[in-house]
């Protein structure tokens, strides 16, 4: 619902930009191409509803997801932030307003100022106005009244003590705790005695594992009293692998590992990575001309322009790789020797003095032409733009648990380790600790930020060998 009043209202916003530019043309005395594209107002009233606007639904929905505006979890809080949806409407009308400099450059920038203004007021309008009936809502149920004691100690109970304090604005009113730390109000054995006296309606069990039989026990004793009672499971161990809490076809279930992509967000990944992958294969076809007849004169080199290799993709499928031969042939059966240990997890250390590069090779890793044929692999799935490195299924078969994390994502030309260590004389895992940071961060405008950073990386080629 939220994403739909959002594209329902950012249409609207293009409507409501495209009349008032045609009612009040203001700049239109001082600005001469506010003055040609005035008279051509006839041409945005065109297109704008069949090419702009699935354009503007496309782009907000990309960077609206990116920059995680929408919460898969209801939570009252996200109609109170202002911030980041303005960020988002500032990021996704900025990349519409470069979207169409170069396809309509002719377009009134001031169908844009109006586009942006309405589209703020409309979007953090109904977001406040949700925030309030919810609230007032709110306020006249017993929400309001809660009064939460705590029932544990560690930092379980403090994260469960915070939570409850941070919605204090709801209602929501944190007593203190029961056990036996010094900070407690009363012991655990006094709680059906105490919870009248502290006028306690609700309870929050935030014990460890081992502390099951007395949880049943304490419910059972309070369970003729007139109060809710609430459990936080202890999922404080299994931070490293995100764990979380949901609801699933209705039970209450400890989600272990859920994708680190979302399908919303994958399909705009992939569709990216289509569109991205075919301009550049075009725009590169000269270059890959030119490599092919370097590869001809190099005496070096063998007839095969391409070298295949099988690698690691997402989900550990095997799929073959594609690159532009740089290497003698053979080369590929001394690659075990250049396996490297780094406090118990494996590697594969390349050299730059590697004598099995060719000297036309050598040219083109510097410049990184040789991974041109990857594009192909993206357009077949095996790969995207942006992701870890596929490895070597003999390197992947000896990795740590750990490792395996590089594996839960479509594998990539580039990536956070290769515009941002690449070429360092770090250990192999800082790369792939670089990998895990992609892979926790995830988001289309981080893609797009390590894309951008990618065009440095080439140009200085830093451990390009």
Same mark, same amino acid.
């Given at each position: ?8 209202? @950012?249409?609207?916003?293009? /409507? ?21 594209? /005035? ?8 297109? #704008?509803?069949?090419?702009?606007? =699935? ?12 920059? #995680? ?5 209801? @939570? ?5 932030? @202002? ?59 017993? &929400?309001?009244?809660?009064? +939460? ?37 009363? *012991? ?13 309606? !609700?309870?929050?069990? *935030? ?40 609801? /699933?076809?209705?039970? =209450? ?23 991205? *992958?075919? &301009?550049?294969?075009?725009?590169? #076809? =000269?270059? +890959?001309?030119?490599?092919?007849? &370097? ?32 290497? %003698? ?16 997890? %494996? ?32 357009? *077949? ?9 596929? !490895? ?14 590089? &594996? ?20 192999? $895992? ?10 926790? $961060?995830? #988001? ?22």
């Amino acid at each position: 619902m939220t994403i739909a009043l959002d594209l329902g209202l @950012t249409v609207l916003s293009l /409507f409501l930009a495209r009349w008032l530019r045609a009612w009040f043309p203001a700049g239109i005395y001082f600005d001469s191409v506010e003055t040609y594209a /005035f008279a051509l107002l006839d041409e945005p009233l065109r297109f #704008s509803p069949l090419f702009l606007i =699935p354009v503007v639904s496309f782009i907000w929905l990309a960077v609206f997801s990116s920059l #995680s505006v929408y919460n898969a979890k209801f @939570t009252l809080t996200q109609y109170k932030q @202002t911030q980041p949806v303005l960020v988002a409407i500032t990021g996704a009308t900025l990349v519409f307003a470069g979207f169409a400099y170069f396809i309509f450059p002719n377009l009134s920038r001031l169908l844009f100022l109006y586009f942006y203004i309405f589209d703020v007021v409309l979007l953090l309008a109904w977001r406040k106005l949700t925030f309030f009936l919810l609230q007032k809502n709110a306020a006249n149920s017993s &929400l309001l009244k809660q009064r +939460v004691l705590i029932v544990g100690q560690g930092a379980l109970a403090k994260e469960t003590a915070a939570a409850v304090e941070s919605f204090s604005w709801s209602g929501l009113k944190f007593i203190g705790f029961a056990g036996d730390q010094p900070d407690a109000i009363c *012991a655990i054995s006094d709680l059906p005695a105490r919870v009248e006296e502290l006028a306690i309606n !609700e309870i929050i069990f *935030a014990l460890p594992p081992e502390h099951q039989a007395l949880l049943q026990e304490m419910v059972f004793q309070l369970q003729p009293l007139s109060i809710n009672l609430r459990l936080v499971p202890d999922v404080i161990d299994l931070v490293f692998v995100r764990a979380t809490i949901e609801d /699933f076809a209705g039970l =209450p279930l400890i989600g272990l590992r859920q994708p680190a992509i979302s399908v919303f967000n994958r399909l705009i990944k992939r569709s990216f990575d289509i569109v991205a *992958a075919t &301009l550049l294969l075009l725009l590169a #076809s =000269p270059l +890959v001309a030119l490599v092919a007849l &370097l590869l001809r004169l190099d005496p070096k080199s063998s007839n095969s322009l391409f070298y295949t290799s099988p690698r690691v993709g997402e989900g550990g499928k095997l799929f073959k790789m594609y690159k532009f031969k740089t290497m %003698i042939d053979g080369a590929d059966k001394d690659e075990s020797n250049l396996l490297v240990y780094d406090n118990g997890a %494996i590697g594969f250390n390349k050299r730059p003095d590697d004598p099995r590069v060719t000297r036309i090779g050598r040219f083109l890793r510097r410049t990184s032409l040789d991974e041109i044929p990857q594009f192909l692999n993206v357009l *077949a799935g095996d790969m995207s733009l942006v992701g870890p490195r596929p !490895e070597l299924p003999w390197l992947v078969k000896r990795y740590q648990p750990w490792q395996y994390q590089r &594996l839960t994502v479509p594998q990539g030309i580039t990536g956070w380790w290769q515009v941002k260590n690449r070429g360092a004389q770090h250990s192999y $895992n800082v790369r792939v600790e670089d990998d895990l940071y992609y892979i926790h $961060n995830y #988001s289309f405008l981080l893609d797009m930020q390590i894309l951008f950073l990618t065009l440095g990386a080439i140009i200085r080629g830093n451990g390009a060998y």
